[in-house]
């Protein structure tokens, strides 16, 4: 027996009492096979039996015989609201457990996921660390080396060395736009690349752990 046929039948058993208690019984056991789900469609018939006990144990609640039978739209709680837990608690424990297994026997996979993410990321971190450095490092140099260039050609100008000043200047004047590009680039590294590239590593991570868990 499905549940339309349990409705039906328990429906047409009930038309001898008041429609609005009848609809009040109805609406309670559609609800109650709803909450239980279509997986445990057969528990919820076994439990509560044929249409004719329950059509039997809401007219006897109409009676009065609420102590043994429950209310019109409420059945026996002690027996049936206990069934409908039940299901709940299993079905949470079902889906705890399948997680626990799915752990166990993906863990050499996503473990080994996470390890090469990780060092990806790391080699990534250290290329760009280094990249910084180099950059920075030739920042220092250029501006340094510049200005140290200027002052030496200003001194041989000084001294009447008049060619060898102006090239030297100019080579530090070279010097000093190097080190200004570097600082630029620099600046472009920490602003715009860096944040670029963490971004796109923790997307990539976070993407192939949730592939991982799918499959």
Not at 74 to 93: C, I, L, N
């Amino acid at each position: 027996m499905t549940k339309e046929q349990f409705l039906f039948q328990l429906e047409q058993m009930l038309l001898d009492i008041p429609e609005d208690e009848r609809a009040e019984a109805m609406e309670y056991y559609r609800d109650y096979f709803n909450d239980a789900g279509p997986e445990n469609e057969e528990s919820v018939i076994s439990e509560l039996g044929s249409p004719e006990k329950v059509a039997g144990s809401i007219k006897d609640g109409l009676r009065g015989n609420r102590e043994d039978a429950g209310t019109v739209g409420e059945p026996p709680m002690s027996k049936y609201g206990a069934s409908q837990g039940k299901f709940e608690q299993t079905d949470k424990r079902s889906k705890w457990i399948l997680v626990i297994l799915i752990a166990i026997f993906t863990a050499p996979v996503w473990i080994g996921l996470v390890g090469t993410l990780f060092g990806v990321m790391m080699a990534v971190v250290g290329v760009l660390i280094g990249i910084i450095a180099a950059v920075f490092a030739l920042t220092i140099a250029g501006t340094v080396g510049g200005v140290v260039t200027i002052v030496t050609g200003v001194v041989r100008l000084c001294t009447g060395n008049v060619v060898v000043g102006i090239m030297t200047g100019g080579v530090g004047f070279l010097l000093i736009a190097m080190g200004c590009i570097c600082a630029a680039a620099l600046v472009f590294l920490f602003c715009q690349i860096a944040p670029w590239m963490i971004r796109g590593i923790s997307n990539l991570m976070h993407s192939g752990i949730r592939k991982k868990v799918r499959k």
